[in-house]
């Protein structure tokens, strides 16, 4: 064999030395993350992005809360700004009015029963039949619940609907000669009835001004800042104080139609609102 010189074996040791501490200097991907695909560097300094991403990578853009406006307005200021907005709406849905169908208070009285978690559509659907088989109180009082179960299936929660119709066409028969009463305080004690139901028979039944809050007004009165509520009673209230007793029926209406047409729940066309301008829920 040959031997080595000790100049050689010196350098070959030291270069292979330097290799080694060259390499441990070069960083390495941080433990507990993935390594980098070639190709494909990790973007530095770049937290991830909280809540929804919109399409393209950009954050969705999130509704102001009403309620976070509820206050900054005088009396006065929002009195005006509602009685503008009645004005936009009404020149929007000039034929906005009641969509259930009906001939007398007490059609529409079981229609508004019906509608509970019901579209106006599908009652309007079931009730032709329905009044031609029950035409009256009486004769829903003596109905057989079976019958009118299964007439009314359709409408979803049936049994309770049912349940509720024939109770309160007694209570008609029994305290009222028939008759649907023309006022609160006894439409409410009527059984199934509430003040939303109360007050669709008032405002388009008997032509006295009542305040209907459901799905839409509660929506759409919280995004004009016109109440920071949920409760319906206490919508009602707020909106007592600043909605002309005669535009009381008549803003269910709109609202409603609002609702349908142009600020829908899921994905509302704020650049199609004629109220863009005085919503401060909008986003344009």
Same mark, same amino acid.
């Given at each position: 064999?040959?031997?080595?010189? *000790?100049?050689?074996? =010196?350098?070959?040791?030291?270069?292979?030395?330097?290799?080694?501490?060259?390499?441990?200097? $070069?960083?390495?991907?941080?433990?507990?993350?993935?390594?980098?695909?070639?190709? $494909?560097?990790?973007? *530095?300094? *770049?937290?991830?992005?909280?809540?929804?991403?919109?399409? *393209?990578?950009?954050?969705?853009? $999130?509704?102001?809360?009403?309620?976070?406006?509820?206050?900054?307005?005088?009396?006065?200021?929002?009195?005006? %700004?509602?009685?503008?907005?009645?004005?936009?709406?009404?020149?929007?849905?000039?034929?906005?009015?009641?969509?259930?169908?009906?001939?007398?208070?007490?059609?529409?009285?079981?229609?508004?029963?019906?509608?509970?978690?019901?579209?106006?559509?599908?009652?309007?659907?079931?009730?032709?039949?329905?009044?031609?088989?029950?035409?009256?109180?009486?004769?829903?009082?003596?109905?057989?619940?079976?019958? &009118?179960?299964?007439?009314?299936? =359709?409408?979803?929660?049936?049994?309770?609907?049912?349940?509720?119709?024939?109770?309160?066409?007694?209570?008609?028969?029994?305290?009222?000669?028939?008759?649907?009463?023309?006022? &609160?305080? =006894?439409?409410?004690? &009527?059984?199934?009835?509430?003040?939303?139901?109360?007050?669709?028979?008032?405002?388009?039944?008997?032509?006295?001004?009542?305040?209907? #809050?459901?799905?839409?007004?509660?929506?759409?009165?919280?995004?004009?800042?016109?109440?920071?509520?949920?409760?319906?009673? $206490?919508?009602?209230?707020?909106?007592?104080?600043?909605?002309?007793?005669?535009?009381?029926?008549?803003?269910?209406?709109?609202?409603?139609?609002?609702?349908?047409? #142009?600020?829908?729940? %899921? %994905?509302?066309?704020?650049?199609?609102?004629? &109220?863009?301008?005085?919503?401060? =829920?909008?986003?344009?």
């Amino acid at each position: 064999m040959k031997k080595l010189r *000790k100049g050689s074996v =010196s350098r070959r040791k030291a270069a292979s030395v330097a290799t080694r501490r060259k390499a441990a200097r $070069k960083p390495g991907p941080a433990r507990g993350n993935p390594s980098p695909v070639k190709g $494909k560097p990790v973007a *530095k300094g *770049k937290p991830a992005a909280k809540g929804k991403l919109a399409a *393209k990578g950009k954050l969705a853009v $999130k509704r102001k809360p009403a309620a976070a406006q509820r206050g900054t307005e005088t009396p006065l200021a929002a009195k005006q %700004r509602v009685a503008t907005i009645l004005a936009r709406l009404e020149r929007a849905y000039p034929d906005a009015r009641c969509s259930l169908r009906h001939e007398t208070p007490f059609h529409l009285l079981i229609a508004t029963i019906l509608s509970a978690q019901c579209t106006d559509a599908r009652v309007n659907m079931v009730t032709p039949a329905l009044f031609a088989r029950f035409r009256d109180a009486h004769d829903f009082a003596g109905a057989d619940p079976l019958e &009118l179960e299964e007439m009314i299936r =359709s409408t979803g929660f049936f049994h309770n609907k049912a349940r509720n119709i024939i109770a309160c066409a007694h209570e008609l028969v029994q305290r009222h000669g028939g008759e649907v009463p023309a006022d &609160l305080d =006894s439409l409410v004690q &009527l059984p199934g009835i509430g003040r939303k139901t109360a007050n669709v028979v008032l405002g388009n039944a008997f032509g006295i001004p009542g305040l209907v #809050v459901d799905t839409h007004v509660t929506r759409i009165a919280n995004l004009l800042s016109l109440t920071a509520q949920q409760d319906p009673n $206490k919508i009602e209230i707020d909106l007592m104080e600043v909605v002309p007793r005669d535009k009381w029926t008549d803003l269910a209406h709109l609202f409603i139609e609002h609702g349908r047409r #142009v600020c829908v729940a %899921r %994905r509302p066309r704020c650049g199609e609102c004629v &109220l863009n301008d005085l919503c401060p =829920s909008s986003e344009v």
